[in-house]
């Protein structure tokens, strides 16, 4: 039950990724490489309860992205 529910929680992750990534490549809030990569993260992290290997790439992916955006924003004039 307990595994259920994290693959449900990193199921709704992904969908949420995925919109934000989208929106970020549609408004150019963000560089354009780092939404590919959130929409990839999104991506990935829908199909992690299926492909368990992707598991290690979201994590992976994941870190590579927060730090990148930290930087983006800590770099921001706004």
Known sequence: MYIGLIFAGDHALGWVLLLIG???LKTRGLPRILSY????????????????PFMIVGVILGIIWGVWLGVVLLRSKV
């Not at 959130?38 to 992690?48: P, Q």
């Open 37 to 52: 990569l959130l929409v990839l993260y999104g991506i990935i992290a829908i199909l992690e309860f299926a492909v368990h």
């Open 22 to 24: 989208w929106a970020a």
